[in-house]
């Protein structure tokens, strides 16, 4: 038993504390001169530097959501209707402005929207990234957990087989995780980036937060929502995409009229990153709780103090704090995006 137990810390930390939370560590530490890591701000001015005219950015644009809006719909058979008609809107606001305004000004504008598109989308590729390396160190546990009940005969035959339904149960999981990576990569290729994302040695950054959440007062993005819109002619329609439960929902924001955005815009989405950071720190919190009891019933477990059944739901509830610490993350850095993208911030 203790070889396996010796197995499964190996493997399963080898799996989550290299590849989970902050990206693949052996990668970045061990890169050759082949292996490239596609950082959030290389991905913003690739895409950027990809689209140089409005007509390739609209081309890449509707290239980019269709295909998206088609893989989510098949493989999850949701109806994205809403979505693309207000993907749709956008579009002919943006054609409106090259009728009245020229191409120049409409290619301001839409750079904007390929920047949100960029940094939503890379968000997502590192949460499905590293939900699908907890996944794979969940199937660890499982398949260490059932190998060593079925040696050692210390388990009943229907705990073993809720092990292994469990087991399956994470491998569907790891599956949309992966096809959802796949999805948002795909999309991001789409979007500007295909050698970029498609090539087999590039390696996305890893989740680099420090777990400070701290943030600017709300009065501080008033303040930089007048002064990086007051030299736009046309002011901003905020306008509120709610994609279904399998997607993001964002915020989108076209110049329609004269004026910097209402202060009561900014106030909503500084609300939701205030409301993002106390949850980041909650998740913080707990995930170090949980993973200081699963050390403590570990070694309680090796001193045959209590059985694996014990150690399985520590184990369990450790990895769903994993989970919900990288969800909390990834919400923080979005919603920080989004207050950015919403007074006018868009350089990386």
Not at 279 to 289: G, R, V
């Amino acid at each position: 038993m203790k070889n396996l137990l010796t197995k499964f810390y190996v493997l399963f930390f080898v799996s989550i504390i290299c590849y989970g939370l902050t990206g693949c560590v052996a990668d970045r530490k061990h890169a050759t001169d082949d292996t490239h890591e596609l950082t959030l701000k290389t991905a913003v001015n690739s895409v950027l530097v990809n689209n140089p005219t409005y007509k390739t950015a609209r081309k890449n644009l509707v290239r980019a959501n269709s295909e998206y809006f088609k893989s989510i719909s098949s493989r999850f058979n949701a109806n994205l209707n809403t979505s693309e008609n207000t993907f749709n809107k956008i579009l002919g606001v943006l054609d409106k402005q090259v009728e009245t305004h020229g191409q120049e000004y409409a290619y301001n504008n839409i750079k904007e929207i390929l920047i949100e598109d960029t940094v939503l989308t890379y968000y997502k590729i590192l949460k499905y990234r590293s939900g699908s390396q907890i996944n794979l160190g969940d199937l660890i546990f499982y398949k260490v957990t059932i190998e060593d009940a079925a040696k050692k005969n210390n388990i009943s035959s229907d705990k073993l087989s809720d092990y292994k339904i469990a087991e399956k149960s994470v491998e569907v999981k790891l599956e949309e995780n992966k096809t959802m990576m796949r999805i948002n990569k795909e999309k991001l290729a789409n979007l500007g980036l295909t050698e970029l994302v498609l090539n087999s040695n590039t390696k996305f950054a890893p989740i680099n937060f420090t777990g400070n959440a701290q943030i600017p007062s709300e009065d501080y993005y008033i303040r930089l929502n007048k002064e990086l819109n007051a030299d736009k002619k046309l002011q901003r329609e905020f306008i509120d995409i709610v994609e279904s439960s399998s997607t993001i929902s964002r915020g989108k924001c076209l110049k329609t009229s004269a004026g910097s955005l209402p202060d009561k815009l900014v106030s909503k989405n500084y609300n939701q990153l205030k409301s993002s950071a106390v949850k980041l720190k909650k998740a913080a919190e707990i995930l170090k709780e949980r993973r200081s009891r699963r050390d403590h019933v570990r070694k309680e477990y090796n001193d045959g103090k209590v059985d694996l059944l014990s150690l399985n739901h520590a184990q369990n509830e450790l990895i769903g704090s994993e989970s919900d610490y990288v969800t909390s993350c990834i919400d923080f850095m979005k919603a920080k995006s989004i207050l950015n993208f919403t007074v006018g911030k868009f350089s990386y």
